[in-house]
Nanobody, 126 residues
Framework: EVQLVESGGGLVQPGGSLRLSCAAS????????MSWVRQAPGKGLEWVSG????????DYADSVKGRFTISRDNAKNTLYLQMNSLKPEDTAVYYC???????????????????WGQGTQVTVSS
């Protein structure tokens, strides 16, 4: 069974840090570019970050650039998102998603991906 399982979400104070993980199974993780996409309460989906198949290329939404770092460990079939200097506006459900392409994908649309996880809640509040 194909699975993308996000973890690491929770409650954190503004300025704090959190590290999200996405464990992949049931498909060729090493042959997929990966993205993090989020959905804030009452808002639409927002693309956050993407990483190429081999991890050599990364990109970020302007809203998180300089604060978030995406990475992957193909040996562990795991995607990560290190989130620093968190702001209340970062509060959202964070999803990982995969697409069988080499380069970075920047779409927030579920339909543009091969697989999509169930999400993990991140709440930034004092």
């Amino acid at each position: 069974e194909v699975q993308l399982v996000e973890s690491g979400g929770g409650l954190v104070q503004p300025g704090g840090s959190l590290r999200l993980s996405c464990a992949a199974s049931g498909f060729g993780f090493r042959y997929h570019a990966m993205s993090w996409v989020r959905q804030a309460p009452g808002k639409g989906l927002e693309w956050v970050s993407g990483i190429s198949l081999g991890g050599s290329s990364t990109d970020y939404a302007d809203s998180v650039k300089g604060r978030f770092t995406i990475s992957r460990d193909n040996a562990k079939n795991t995607l990560y998102l290190q989130m620093n200097s968190l702001k209340p506006e970062d509060t959202a459900v964070y999803y990982c998603a995969s697409k069988a392409i080499i380069g970075v994908i920047r779409s927030p649309r579920k339909e543009d991906y091969n697989y999509w996880g169930q999400g993990t809640q991140v709440t930034v509040s004092s």
